[in-house]
């Protein structure tokens, strides 16, 4: 039997092993984790990486979509990079845990259109 491959020896990971996954800025700075991830059911790409920042053992946590375009994972950092910092992760979309089970139901669009817009990133 071939030994099994190292996470970072090949292209594909599993979902599981995304979430908790830590996100920096540009600096090296920690700026929160992957909570989850957003995928289209229909194309199955994935559209955001849903990031968690502040709050205190889930007290206050809000969640940021966040295009999945704008992560690089980077094998130094053991993480994603984004080209974003704290401030404009600060006043970013968030939503609470309610909210964000909401992110793809009947009002998709808008709220699809606020995140691309805040962050410029093109949709899908």
Same mark, same amino acid.
């Given at each position: 039997?071939?030994? &099994?491959?190292?996470?970072? $020896?090949?292209?594909? &990971?599993?979902?599981?092993?995304?979430?908790?996954?830590?996100? %920096? $800025?540009?600096? *090296?700075?920690?700026?929160?984790?992957?909570?989850?991830? @957003? /995928?289209?059911?229909?194309?199955?790409?994935?559209?955001?990486? &849903?990031?968690? %920042?502040? *709050?205190?053992?889930? /007290?206050?946590?809000?969640?940021?979509?966040?295009?999945?375009?704008?992560?690089?994972?980077? !094998?130094?950092?053991?993480?994603?990079?984004?080209?974003?910092?704290?401030?404009?992760?600060? $006043?970013? !979309?968030?939503? $609470?845990?309610?909210?964000?089970?909401?992110?793809?139901?009947?009002? %998709?669009?808008?709220? @699809?259109? /606020? /995140? %691309?817009?805040?962050?410029?990133? !093109?949709?899908?």
């Amino acid at each position: 039997m071939a030994p &099994i491959a190292q996470e970072t $020896d090949h292209a594909l &990971i599993l979902s599981s092993r995304v979430n908790g996954t830590p996100v %920096f $800025d540009r600096a *090296g700075n920690r700026l929160g984790h992957v909570d989850d991830l @957003s /995928i289209d059911k229909v194309s199955g790409r994935v559209l955001y990486a &849903i990031m968690s %920042f502040g *709050g205190f053992l889930g /007290i206050g946590e809000r969640f940021h979509p966040v295009p999945w375009g704008l992560l690089d994972y980077a !094998p130094g950092h053991g993480g994603f990079v984004v080209p974003l910092d704290r401030n404009i992760l600060k $006043d970013a !979309p968030n939503y $609470d845990a309610v909210e964000l089970r909401n992110l793809g139901g009947p009002s %998709f669009r808008s709220y @699809s259109d /606020i /995140i %691309f817009g805040y962050y410029g990133a !093109p949709p899908w």
